[in-house]
């Protein structure tokens, strides 16, 4: 399996904005996320033959980092955040909500594919507690009836974009800050959606 | 008095505060006009080491002087923007890159201008796409407009700017290991010296400034750091954002002067604890800064004044614990954190956090013994020798003694409840 011309080029575009290729390691990673849904050896082989490391060098990386999931990932994926200021909060009692829901435990995903639960450290939403992401889309406020409706929302409504507005307005409360104007680009797989990474994508 | 730098524009216009019309119409990119145009860039860091502002990331360390440590000659040099915003508790610089991502733009370029940089890398962790897209879009939207890139505003200065994304590792807040992780590798620490500003990126000169003291520049060019040295108490200069959660009626990040009290701002600005319930604690600084008790409600908030009180304003995040919180369960949960965010390099930290976190563990659950209370103190002077502050290390980089923090605030402050937890087979209250 070799990269799409289109994504190639994206990843030739994100090498030339760094002085070493190296330094495209990371970003590439997402790409190849992007292209297989989580991240393959085929990817890493993939990331290497173009930043110039081998394939084990890149494998070093990729395994030091939480967000590169080397092993299948849900197409949502739902991280609870249960640090200090989510705990103190009721974050525990959301998770076991998001389980039940699911039917997926902890640091799992489901047969089908559909779903992947963690536990986050800290997403730097405290002000919000207790927070959410789904494929890095942040919903601030949940409580555990709102977590299990979020998860029931998405095996229903299968956003092919994950839109943090939208999932906000339906399931969300008390926010860190005002958000600002809503944002119409979101997350098409368990993967931060970033525009020049050609990770992300417009929604409804 | 300016009692507020960083926020009023995205109060005052909530709708658009992030885009370049409402910036420009607001004063915006006047600083890097006038910077360019009739100032050096001698002029411009003097401004900024006039202005005494200390780094807002969580070291505390006054900006200027680490711009003075470059080396005269060496080119070329980098200037990293560190936007990895991960302290458990922090979230400032998030509300900072969603809302008024231009003024951090402006920062960069005004400082690149000063320290004869061409090329700039704002590093966002990865869990923050959203902040992440919003500056992205103003850059792209300073490029446009002439701000960024080659001969800016008709000046002979150029300069691009890349925003990299993270990928899940607190550690890379670390200003080497972020370092490293933009390189394209593990995020682990390096030894220090040689420090960045002689031996950074790719091993040349660089300078790595957090996201918040980077967007006070614009206002130090436009006003004068003169003006910005004017607020606050010494030691304590400008404003700053504190991040505020936990049990609090009005949660969110506050902008303030320092020097109030902690009343004031955990019971004044925060609005007090819901239901009226006592105050139990709070973490003044981060996860990674010991705990201050209700005693210390009526002391200063400045970075020198909690200093002298053993513990830190780290990255200005403000966690309150009221009556109802378990100790040990809070404790268990931060040194958690630490235990799954050491980079493996050091084994005090590797091998010490994890068992802290293991003991800590049983001992929530009931299951512990007397014996892990002199442990946990043991363990914690081997990763962080006599448990001192500011603490010594025994490893690369404060990551290790950090874990120390939440152990020692409960054995120290409340060791009762943690003995009740052992001796009555778990939690008491």
Known sequence: ????????????????????????????????MHEDGHLTEDGMRE??????????????????YTMYKRDRTGRYLVSVCTSISCMLLGADDVLAAVSEETGVADGDTDEDGLFSVEHAECIGACGGAPAVQVNYELVEGVTPEQGKALCAWLREARPEVVLGDEMQELFGGQRSFEWGPSETAGAVGPFPAFEPYGTAKEGR | ???????????????????????????GYAALRTALASKTPEEIAAEVKASNIRGRGGANFPAGVKWGFLPPETRPRYLVVNGDESEPGTFKDRQLLERDPHQLVEGIALSAYALDVRQAFVYIRGEYPRPARRLQRAIDEAYEAGYLGTGILGSGFDLDITVHLGGGAYICGEETALLNSLEGRRGEPRIKPPFPAVEGLYAKPTIVNNVETLSNVPFMINQGGAAYDAIGPEGARGTRLFSLSGHVRNPGNKEIVMGMTWRDLIYGLGGGIPEDRAIKAWIPGGASAPWLLPEHLDEPVTIDDVGRLKTMLGSGAVVVMDETTCVVKAAHRIVRFFAHESCGQCTPCREGGSWLERMLARIESGDGRMMDLDLLLDVSDNISPGLTWPPKMTTICPLGPSATAPVTSIMWHFRNEVEAHITGGGCPL
Do not use: C
């Open chain 1, 1 to 32: 399996m070799t990269w799409s011309q289109k994504t190639d080029e994206r990843a030739q575009a994100i090498i030339a904005r760094y002085p070493d290729p190296r330094s495209a390691t990371m970003p590439l990673l997402y790409l190849a």
């Open chain 1, 47 to 64: 990331v290497a033959a173009r930043v110039g490391l081998t394939p084990a060098q890149v494998q070093s990386v990729a395994s030091f």
């Open chain 2, 1 to 27: 008095m300016t009692d507020r730098i960083l926020t009023t524009r995205m109060d005052a216009h909530p709708a658009d505060s992030n885009v370049l019309a409402r910036y420009e119409a607001t004063g």
